[in-house]
């Protein structure tokens, strides 16, 4: 207990004394030895990475926000009855598989077509093109158990498809060389 190390990223909200957290700089885990509930301010800031993480004070993060305030960081089904080992993270990276694909093949001259590199943000701080996505996400959470379940499964198995779409793409591109 509090000595856990976690490979999933959770929110932060849920860390403890004694868990470990991952140096950017170095790879190692190391002990959480105080925690200081210092929040200035409250909102969702999740800048778009192309993995999906970065280095906040010098320790790896999820670039994306988390829906479950105290989950572990993994999605439950049929309530809290079954962990399905799969990480909101995972969730959130492989949904914006096509999205990466399209900031990754914007070679045009015109202005309107760089989509990625002209993000836009609603007054929450959401990704505009994300801002259904999470209305849906939110009208989720408010449903029962089993029909939560019911409409998560078949969203997994197709972002299982996107997954193994781009680790293929990345693997060609390992060995062929870039493909842009």
Known sequence: AGTKKFTVPRPAGTVRVGDR???AKTGTWIPVLKIENNVRSRGVYAPFTRHGLLAVNGIVVSSYVSFEENSLGTVTLFGELFD????????AHTF????????????SSDPKMKICSSEQYSEEGIATWLVFS???????KEQNRFFRTLFIIPIIVALMCFAAVESLTIWMAEIYGSLS
């Open 96 to 107: 914006t598989v096509p999205r990466r694909w399209l900031c990754l093949s914007e070679h």
């Open 84 to 91: 399905s080992g799969i990480s909101y993270q995972w969730l």
């Open 21 to 23: 957290l991952l140096l």
């Open 134 to 140: 999470h209305q849906v996400v939110a009208w989720w």
